[in-house]
């Protein structure tokens, strides 16, 4: 059986830094492993990606050390089933505002009689016992909008939850500012409340940080799951620097180092 590489990283360390892939490329998650970070999480909601896509990604990274997690629209039971049937170390469930839908995102987790859950493994190196199996899927809930901020608390007594994982954009534009206003105070208030109520709940809080700077920040106030870039991100982000490098430095510059 396969363990969870995201369980065990969470129980040997404080912080888990990811990165995030929303395109189906083979290089990307590779490239995140490869640079160290811990895990990468798949976007279904925002990305270009579905279910199927994902599931392929997932099989090439079986060998490669670095957890996975997939973001999904929503808590339907089929697509969760097929990414953690494919080897995902987790889900995260996008715009949940009521205890009823984190619990329903349980269930699509679970097998019966505990939840909705179809067999149908994908993966071998998986195994079939379906105890084990749902032992080793992680459920994140997003809370990302003013709803769901007046329920936390309901939401994170949901039972099978492993933690919460902040959308700070879409909380935001929920409490009425921009989707860059992360760090007014309203919102921040906010952010803190969600992660502080997910401690004393025993979950882990998670949060899209966006860049390195806020993750080091974020992970002071208490999350542990910190998602720095995406890989659009880290490429713009790695263009830029070299290009400045080029233009700024001048000469011919290291011709070891090119295009290999």
Do not use: N
Request: charged share 20%.
């Amino acid at each position: 059986m396969t363990a969870s590489r995201l369980q065990e990283a969470l129980a040997g360390r404080d912080h888990l830094w990811g990165g995030w892939i929303t395109a189906p490329s083979f290089s990307g998650p590779e490239d995140f492993a490869r640079a160290g970070y811990d895990y990468v999480g798949f976007d279904t909601q925002h990305g270009y990606l579905d279910d199927a896509d994902v599931a392929v990604l997932l099989r090439r990274l079986e060998h490669v050390p670095i957890a996975t997690a997939v973001r999904l629209p929503s808590a339907q039971a089929a697509p969760i089933g097929r990414v953690l049937d494919a080897g995902a170390d987790a889900v995260i469930i996008a715009m949940v505002e009521t205890a009823e839908q984190a619990a329903a995102a349980v269930a699509a987790t679970r097998y019966a009689p505990h939840g909705v859950r179809s067999f149908g493994p994908l993966r071998a190196s998986l195994g079939a016992d379906t105890a084990t199996l749902q032992a080793r899927a992680g459920v994140y809930v997003m809370i990302e909008t003013a709803r769901a901020l007046t329920a936390v608390d309901e939401i994170c007594a949901v039972p099978g939850l492993a933690g919460v994982y902040v959308g700070p954009a879409d909380l935001a534009v929920s409490l009425g500012y921009p989707a860059t206003g992360a760090t007014s105070p309203e919102v921040a208030e906010a952010i803190d409340r969600i992660g502080g109520a997910a401690t004393a709940a025993g979950l882990v809080a998670g949060i899209h940080a966006g860049d390195g700077p806020t993750g080091k920040a974020l992970s002071r106030r208490g999350f542990r799951l910190l998602t720095l870039a995406s890989e659009s991100q880290a490429l713009r982000y790695g263009a830029a620097d070299q290009l400045r490098l080029a233009t700024e430095l001048g000469g011919p510059g290291d011709t070891t180092k090119g295009y290999h």
